[in-house]
């Protein structure tokens, strides 16, 4: 019987070996998904005049992001930037650099808004086909991102600090 025990003991060590040896092989190699449309972006303080953001998203080829620095007053927010449109481009990339409105300057700790919003600004229709004119194809409740706003109208919304 210890016998019995101790090949079977040897054998299943030998699969759980070969499974995690297999699936460390596949790691670098394998392709990972997203379950619905994100955005992800950074943002640095390069001086209290321009500040620099790079951002990444799965959003179709030319999707318009919105971009704006802002900080918290109250239970809204007070904007330190104009709007700055950044587009997705064929490798999920957008960025670009923002400077305050005029009479304000940036600090550090302010936070960099990345929104995407099919109403606004207007969208290339090849990129309203995928996500749906009023972004109902930009996923459900379980996307943290996604926003709604009235008139069943749905965006996607990401932030980050500016260090």
Same mark, same amino acid.
């Given at each position: 019987?210890? &016998? @019995? &025990?101790?090949?079977? *003991?040897?054998? #299943?060590? *030998?699969?759980? +070996?070969?499974?995690?040896?297999?699936?460390?092989?596949?790691?670098?190699?394998?392709?990972?998904?997203?379950?619905?449309?994100?955005?992800?972006? %950074?943002?640095?303080?390069?001086? %209290?005049?321009?500040?620099?953001?790079?951002?990444?998203?799965?959003?179709?080829? *030319?999707?318009?992001?919105? @971009?704006?620095?802002?900080?918290?007053?109250?239970?809204?927010?007070? #904007?330190? +930037?104009?709007?700055?449109?950044?587009?997705?481009?064929?490798?999920?990339?957008?960025?670009?650099?923002?400077?305050?409105?005029? *009479?304000?300057?940036?600090?550090?700790?302010?936070?960099?808004?990345?929104?995407?919003?099919?109403?606004?600004?207007?969208?290339?229709? +090849?990129?309203?086909? @995928?996500?749906?004119?009023?972004?109902?194809?930009?996923?459900?409740?379980?996307?943290?991102?996604?926003?709604?706003?009235?008139?069943?109208?749905?965006?996607?919304?990401?932030?980050?600090?500016?260090?």
């Amino acid at each position: 019987m210890r &016998l @019995i &025990l101790m090949s079977f *003991g040897l054998v #299943f060590t *030998g699969v759980l +070996s070969t499974g995690f040896f297999l699936l460390a092989q596949e790691g670098p190699n394998r392709s990972l998904t997203a379950p619905t449309y994100y955005i992800s972006v %950074e943002s640095r303080l390069e001086n %209290e005049t321009l500040v620099r953001f790079h951002g990444l998203s799965n959003l179709p080829a *030319g999707s318009v992001i919105t @971009i704006t620095v802002r900080d918290f007053h109250g239970e809204g927010w007070d #904007f330190y +930037s104009d709007e700055m449109h950044s587009s997705v481009n064929d490798k999920g990339q957008f960025d670009g650099k923002l400077a305050p409105q005029q *009479g304000k300057t940036f600090r550090r700790n302010f936070i960099l808004v990345a929104d995407f919003m099919p109403y606004h600004p207007d969208q290339p229709s +090849s990129v309203l086909k @995928i996500v749906g004119k009023k972004g109902e194809f930009l996923g459900g409740p379980e996307n943290p991102q996604r926003f709604q706003v009235s008139g069943w109208m749905y965006g996607l919304e990401a932030i980050a600090r500016t260090l």
